[in-house]
């Protein structure tokens, strides 16, 4: 699918950090995919600083998984590098209980 700007938003933001949260249909691969050489957070790059955090919602069989990422790098050329911030995995999946 690519990055959709629309499910990007601002958890919380102080002294020049950002927390965000960000849902798609898109998995882990792709969110840390270079992306054409920009990376899956290129269009977003006005946003972004080093350091901010960034937790996403994924679809993973049949439930949602929470991955918190760290933006490592922002080049006003375009390019986004993000990384896992939980120990270089990605958390196990998180399934919810039937109401």
């Keep these: 699918m690519g990055f959709d ?5 601002a ?15 898109d998995t882990d691969a792709d ?8 990376g899956y957070f290129a269009a977003a790059d006005e946003l972004l600083r080093p ?11 049949g439930g949602t998984v929470v ?3 760290m933006v490592t790098a922002v080049d006003a050329a375009g390019p986004v ?4 911030i939980d120990s270089g995995a ?3 999946l998180v399934r919810r209980a039937a109401a």
Aim: glycine fraction near 8%.
């Design 5 to 9: 700007s629309a499910e990007l938003s």
């Design 11 to 25: 958890l919380a933001y102080a002294n020049g950090f950002t927390l965000w949260h960000y849902r798609t249909a």
């Design 31 to 38: 969110l840390l995919s270079p992306g054409a050489g920009k």
């Design 51 to 61: 350091g901010d955090q960034i937790i996403a919602n994924l679809p993973r069989a």
């Design 67 to 69: 991955v918190n990422l």
């Design 81 to 84: 590098a993000v990384e896992p």
């Design 90 to 92: 990605f958390m196990p």
